[in-house]
C-alpha cells in the first residue's frame, strides 16, 4: 500500500522548535522528490520546502529560509522537517508529499502543528 505517515505534530511554544517525519511505504523512495506543504486555517496549501530524491538539492519558501530545514533518510525511508524559531503564524495542518516524474503524487493526511502560548 501506498503511503506516506506524518508525525511530530502538537502544541509548540512561539520560539520554541519541532521536527516533522513523514515515513515512506509502498513505493521507490529513492527515486521520488519530497516535499512538505502546509496549510494554514482559511488559507490555501502552500509549498514550504522541497528535496531533490538523492537529497543533494533543497528549496525554501523565502519566508521560511533560516528557519526551516528539510532533509531525507533513503535507507529509512522517511524525510524531516526540522522548523526552529517557530512562531504563531506558522500554525498549519503540515502534509508531506511525494512526486516523480510520470507517476501520481502521494500525499500524507497531515499533522497539526500549532505555535502558541
Known amino acids: 500500500q501506498v503511503q506516506l505517515v506524518e508525525s511530530g505534530g502538537g502544541l509548540v511554544q512561539p520560539g520554541g522548535s519541532l521536527r516533522l517525519s513523514c515515513a515512506a511505504s509502498g513505493f521507490n523512495f529513492n527515486s521520488y522528490a519530497m516535499r512538505w506543504y502546509r496549510q494554514a486555517p482559511g488559507k490555501e496549501r502552500e509549498l514550504v520546502a522541497h528535496?531533490?530524491?538523492?537529497?543533494?538539492?533543497?528549496n525554501y519558501a523565502d519566508s521560511l529560509k533560516g528557519r526551516f530545514t528539510i532533509s531525507r533518510d533513503n535507507a529509512k525511508n522517511t524525510v524531516y522537517l526540522q522548523m526552529n524559531s517557530l512562531k504563531p503564524e506558522d500554525t498549519a495542518v503540515y502534509y508531506c508529499?511525494?512526486?516523480?516524474?510520470?507517476?501520481?503524487?502521494?500525499w500524507g493526511q497531515g499533522t497539526l502543528v500549532t505555535v502558541s502560548s
Open positions: 508529499n511525494a512526486r516523480k516524474l510520470r507517476s501520481p503524487e502521494v
Open positions: 528535496i531533490s530524491s538523492a537529497g543533494g538539492s533543497t
